[in-house]
């Protein structure tokens, strides 16, 4: 089955500097990679996502590349803000998001320090 | 905005006991997922329904979890009976079922197992 690594688990940075965490796959045939944010006794949250079709996404200050020949993908946050201290995920699946179960990396710990 | 409604949000019991979890969807999706996340971890899944039937519980612990979905709508997960491993987070997700769909989580249930 497939496999998602994710780091760093802990990640702290200045407010208003850049924030890059990285995630592996194990899996060729998975074309979905969704990111989740995940605030303390919360839900996660779909931030952005990619499909294998493209190379890369923005939203705003969230960027999302993915290289399927290395079977890596990032996200990027830029010009952070206190707001974006939470939990992040990274994962993937086969088939799509809505036919088909996410694999989930273990998380990074992201902190804004002020 | 409409959401993935789940109960109860926390549950203390302890080992040996039965325990239940509720989850309804949002409203049309047609399917319907449950994760585990242990604390520190990502979301794990554990079963996935299109509509009433099961497809994928490979990771389903069969022999003290079970899963339903009778009318294809609101969902059960139970456990018995617990095990002190079991305490973590169980989340609902559900999603439309379309490949360019993607997947929407409650906001879990809490389980302690003393």
Known sequence: GENVEQHPSTLSVQEGDSAVIKCTYSDSASNYFPWYKQELGKRPQLIIDIRSNVG???????????????????LHITETQPEDSAVYFCAASEAGGGADGLTFGKGTHLIIQP | EAEVAQSPRYKITEKSQAVAFWCDPISGHATL????????Q????????QDESVVDDSQLPKDRFSAERLKGVDSTLKIQPAELGDSAMYLCASSSGHLTDTQYFGPGTRLTVL
Do not use: M
């Open chain 2, 42 to 49: 990502g979301p794990e899944l554990l079963v996935q329904f």
């Open chain 2, 33 to 40: 997922y449950w994760y585990r996340q242990i604390l520190g």
């Open chain 1, 56 to 74: 890369e996404k923005k939203d705003q200050r969230i960027a999302v590349t993915l290289n399927k020949t290395a079977k890596h993908f990032s």
